[in-house]
């Protein structure tokens, strides 16, 4: 794909968006446990011959529902709990403030403002401040009194509640599943990077997957002994150090990584698919043959592929062990702390408040854009416009791509959604049977393909709205789906209007990202070399974190570049061309660290007094690399490392010095580009 910001460039990726699935991320089976917890709650009150109550109560399960997709156990609860108490006060606002055009405005802003803000924060908290911000939209274009407000402010915490009242009920019924999802992609992870070694060694295992995965011990199954939930912290700890392993595996000749990866891929997909499934893993016995046969023979590397396949039989053995049979050590669980996490959240929010900051400017553009959609709507008369400023609000995002993207998508998928709402309810009839079953089943597909395809999902979200509105409140299809048609065609062209006269660039950010890429390396290369040195310093705790630090950074630095890569050549302040070398040196510097963590995984080794100079030179240049990216000058001289490497040579094992020439030649690369 061109990266050159030409519209059809846009458009391009929009298209790729709307048609590709990912597969993976369909969940028919929570999507089918939200959907009932939406029939619930408009059913009873439908029962009840109140409709319009049902359409608050089914609001607010739906919105909530949403929000059983994030986190694990206590963390998912307390996110559709927040979200649920912010509908609730939002809708208690915005029924009050919605008689006045000025105040409704007001409102929008601020709700605006603090939806913004709360991007930073991360996504529980985003999704938090996106819900309430839509239901405070939703709220003012129906005011009410104090009575009436407080009314829909309880059936929309009602709706919520029941979602989330479903949610836990599942706890003590399907056990650890949050576990063995999180456990069991990791391991696919490795299965695709195995695969991947046997034609491109120089690339190190992709950070995404381990970064983005917070320690089990911090939300565990609130029905588990503490005994129980080890065995996948087990299989987490074993993924890491086998992820090591296998960048160390890299380096072998080619016909021997081939066939060592060849037999290990199907290994790992069968353990990753014996966690996902709750069985023990099948016996490969004709793929452990080989290696074992191969990891026998005298031949440089067989040490590291006996440390490897080691592991990997640990991992099997892990997973081998029942989730009712707890290993014999246990450690205390690890609560998350409700208060300490706000308040850190609060911190986090007021250090943003600076136009310096990208979430602050994208809070300040999304709340003039609501306030803007707002006073359109409320001075024309829109019918069922308050979908102008909530689409507005979906589609405004902080990054160039993903506002464009996602508001050519959303307004396809609108379009589309109403089209197939209407012809459906125009085939089938209105009977309310009919109708009740195409909202439930609209209901269901949008939760089902909310994380694989956004097209599909707005197509699902709309339908479900039209027929909603019919069953609720006798409005025709077509005439919804026009409303919201229009209303969604004109919301994503101010988003994508307010974006262009106003933009936040990724490239500043990705200079500043790929700084701190510099200095993670910087106190990892410290660390791991100082261990080498001198071997009394070893400690396999601090290796862990060193790795999964730098793992997190890489991680930022490339998502940044790539968002970077998405925006216009003009927009770029760094070169497109620059930064993708930038993050390839890097990368073959990761993976020369790799396989120094590798060594150390396991003991300390013998002392190695001669890399004492490697050890103060490489932080040294990594270091002053991160202040050339940050100011955008040129690296000022950095020490001598071809010469101190090349000293080293003849006093290091052939392997090891091959690990340091490609970390110090990945350094002298960098900065010669910095140079350019």
Same mark, same amino acid.
């Given at each position: 794909m061109?990266?050159?910001g030409?519209p059809?460039s846009?458009w391009r990726?929009a298209l790729?968006s709307?048609?590709?699935?990912?597969a993976?991320n369909?969940e028919p089976?929570?999507?089918?446990r939200c959907a009932?917890?939406v029939?619930?709650?408009l059913?009873?009150?439908?029962?009840?011959?109140q409709?319009a109550a049902?359409?608050?109560?089914?609001v607010?399960a739906v919105?909530a529902g949403?929000?059983?997709?994030?986190?694990?156990?206590?963390?998912?609860?307390?996110?559709?709990?927040l979200?649920?108490a912010?509908?609730?006060v939002?809708?208690?606002?915005?029924?009050?403030?919605g008689?006045?055009?000025?105040l409704?405005?007001v409102?929008?802003a601020?709700?605006?403002?603090g939806?913004g803000l709360l991007?930073?924060v991360?996504p529980?908290a &985003?999704?938090i401040?996106?819900q309430s911000?839509?239901?405070v939209?939703?709220?003012?274009?129906?005011p009410a009194d104090?009575?009436?407000?407080a009314g829909r402010a309880l059936?929309?915490?009602?709706?919520?509640?029941?979602?989330?009242?479903l949610?836990?009920?599942?706890?003590?019924l399907?056990r650890f599943g949050?576990?063995r999802?999180v456990?069991s992609?990791?391991?696919?992870s490795?299965?695709?990077?195995?695969? &991947?070694?046997a034609?491109s060694p120089?690339a190190?295992p992709?950070?995404?997957?381990?970064?983005?995965?917070?320690?089990?011990q911090?939300d565990?199954?609130?029905?588990a002994?503490s005994n129980?939930v080890?065995?996948f912290?087990?299989l987490?700890?074993?993924a890491e150090?086998?992820?090591?392993?296998?960048?160390?595996?890299a380096?072998?000749p080619?016909?021997?990584?081939r066939?060592?990866?060849?037999?290990?891929?199907?290994i790992?997909r069968?353990?990753?698919?014996a966690?996902?499934?709750g069985r023990?893993?099948?016996?490969r016995?004709?793929e452990?043959s080989?290696?074992?046969?191969r990891?026998?023979q005298a031949r440089?590397?067989?040490?590291?592929?006996r440390?490897l396949?080691?592991?990997v039989r640990?991992?099997c053995?892990?997973a081998?062990?029942?989730?009712l049979?707890?290993l014999?050590?246990?450690?205390?669980?690890?609560?998350?702390?409700?208060?300490?996490?706000i308040?850190?959240?609060?911190m986090?929010?007021?250090a943003?408040l600076t136009l310096?900051?990208?979430a602050?400017?994208?809070?300040?553009?999304?709340?003039a854009?609501l306030?803007?959609?707002t006073?359109?709507?409320?001075?024309t008369?829109?019918?069922?416009?308050?979908?102008f400023?909530m689409t507005?609000?979906?589609v405004?995002?902080p990054?160039?791509?993903?506002t464009f993207?996602t508001?050519?998508?959303?307004i396809a998928?609108t379009?589309?959604?109403?089209?197939?709402?209407?012809?459906l309810?125009g085939?089938?009839?209105?009977h309310?049977?009919i109708?009740w079953?195409?909202?439930?089943f609209?209901?269901?597909?949008g =939760?089902?393909?909310?994380?694989?395809n =956004?097209?599909?999902?707005?197509?699902?979200?709309?339908?479900?709205v039209?027929?909603?509105?019919?069953?609720?409140a006798?409005?025709?299809?077509?005439?919804?789906?026009?409303?919201r048609?229009?209303d969604?065609?004109?919301?994503g062209?101010?988003?994508?209007l307010?974006?262009?006269?106003w933009?936040?660039?990724e490239a500043g950010r990705?200079?500043?990202l790929?700084?701190?890429?510099?200095?993670?390396?910087?106190?990892d290369?410290?660390?791991?070399?100082?261990?080498?040195v001198?071997?009394?310093?070893?400690?396999?705790?601090?290796?862990q974190?060193s790795?999964?630090?730098?793992?997190l950074?890489?991680?930022?630095?490339e998502?940044?570049?790539?968002?970077?890569?998405g925006e216009?050549?003009s927009?770029?302040?760094?070169?497109?061309s620059?930064?993708?070398?930038?993050?390839?040196?890097?990368?073959?510097?990761a993976?020369?660290a790799?396989v120094l963590h590798?060594?150390?995984?396991?003991?300390p080794?013998?002392? &190695?007094p001669e890399l004492?100079p490697?050890?103060?030179?490489?932080p040294?240049?990594?270091?002053?690399?991160?202040? &050339?990216?940050?100011?955008?000058?040129?690296p000022e001289?950095?020490?001598?490392?071809a010469?101190?490497?090349?000293?080293l040579e003849?006093?290091?094992?052939?392997?090891?010095a091959?690990q340091?020439?490609m970390m110090?030649?990945?350094?002298?690369?960098v900065a010669?580009?910095l140079?350019?």
């Amino acid at each position: 794909m061109r990266h050159d910001g030409a519209p059809h460039s846009v458009w391009r990726q929009a298209l790729q968006s709307a048609l590709h699935v990912e597969a993976g991320n369909l969940e028919p089976g929570p999507a089918l446990r939200c959907a009932v917890g939406v029939g619930v709650a408009l059913g009873g009150a439908l029962l009840l011959n109140q409709p319009a109550a049902g359409v608050f109560l089914a609001v607010g399960a739906v919105s909530a529902g949403f929000g059983s997709f994030q986190g694990a156990y206590r963390s998912r609860a307390a996110i559709m709990l927040l979200a649920t108490a912010g509908m609730a006060v939002s809708m208690f606002v915005g029924s009050l403030a919605g008689r006045s055009t000025i105040l409704d405005c007001v409102i929008a802003a601020t709700w605006g403002l603090g939806a913004g803000l709360l991007v930073s924060v991360g996504p529980a908290a &985003s999704f938090i401040g996106l819900q309430s911000t839509v239901m405070v939209l939703v709220a003012t274009a129906y005011p009410a009194d104090v009575t009436g407000a407080a009314g829909r402010a309880l059936l929309v915490l009602a709706g919520g509640a029941i979602q989330t009242v479903l949610v836990v009920m599942f706890w003590p019924l399907r056990r650890f599943g949050a576990e063995r999802a999180v456990v069991s992609r990791v391991y696919r992870s490795l299965a695709d990077y195995a695969e &991947s070694l046997a034609d491109s060694p120089d690339a190190p295992p992709e950070p995404h997957t381990l970064s983005g995965i917070r320690p089990l011990q911090a939300d565990p199954q609130p029905f588990a002994r503490s005994n129980e939930v080890l065995v996948f912290v087990a299989l987490l700890d074993e993924a890491e150090r086998i992820r090591t392993s296998l960048a160390a595996v890299a380096s072998a000749p080619p016909e021997e990584r081939r066939e060592v990866t060849d037999q290990l891929t199907p290994i790992l997909r069968e353990l990753a698919g014996a966690v996902e499934e709750g069985r023990a893993p099948a016996n490969r016995t004709t793929e452990w043959s080989a290696l074992n046969l191969r990891a026998g023979q005298a031949r440089p590397g067989a040490t590291a592929l006996r440390t490897l396949l080691r592991q990997v039989r640990a991992a099997c053995r892990t997973a081998s062990v029942p989730a009712l049979d707890p290993l014999p050590a246990a450690v205390p669980q690890q609560r998350a702390r409700t208060i300490s996490r706000i308040r850190d959240a609060l911190m986090t929010v007021r250090a943003n408040l600076t136009l310096r900051s990208t979430a602050f400017r994208h809070a300040l553009r999304l709340a003039a854009a609501l306030a803007l959609a707002t006073a359109v709507y409320r001075l024309t008369g829109l019918p069922r416009g308050y979908w102008f400023p909530m689409t507005a609000l979906l589609v405004l995002k902080p990054e160039y791509r993903e506002t464009f993207v996602t508001g050519i998508t959303r307004i396809a998928g609108t379009l589309a959604g109403a089209a197939v709402a209407s012809a459906l309810v125009g085939v089938l009839g209105d009977h309310p049977a009919i109708l009740w079953s195409l909202l439930l089943f609209f209901v269901w597909s949008g =939760y089902t393909i909310f994380r694989a395809n =956004y097209a599909l999902f707005t197509v699902s979200i709309t339908g479900y709205v039209v027929v909603l509105l019919q069953v609720a409140a006798g409005t025709t299809g077509p005439m919804v789906a026009a409303y919201r048609a229009l209303d969604t065609a004109l919301g994503g062209a101010l988003a994508l209007l307010v974006y262009r006269v106003w933009p936040t660039w990724e490239a500043g950010r990705a200079r500043d990202l790929l700084a701190q890429f510099g200095d993670a390396l910087a106190s990892d290369a410290r660390l791991v070399l100082g261990m080498y040195v001198n071997p009394a310093t070893w400690n396999a705790v601090a290796l862990q974190q060193s790795r999964a630090a730098a793992r997190l950074a890489r991680s930022n630095a490339e998502a940044s570049v790539t968002r970077m890569l998405g925006e216009p050549d003009s927009a770029r302040a760094l070169d497109a061309s620059l930064a993708t070398s930038l993050l390839a040196a890097f990368r073959r510097y990761a993976l020369g660290a790799l396989v120094l963590h590798a060594a150390l995984d396991q003991s300390p080794g013998s002392a &190695s007094p001669e890399l004492a100079p490697l050890r103060d030179q490489l932080p040294e240049a990594l270091a002053e690399i991160s202040r &050339s990216l940050r100011s955008g000058r040129s690296p000022e001289a950095l020490p001598p490392l071809a010469e101190t490497q090349s000293a080293l040579e003849a006093a290091l094992d052939r392997h090891f010095a091959d690990q340091t020439g490609m970390m110090v030649d990945s350094v002298t690369t960098v900065a010669a580009l910095l140079r350019a």
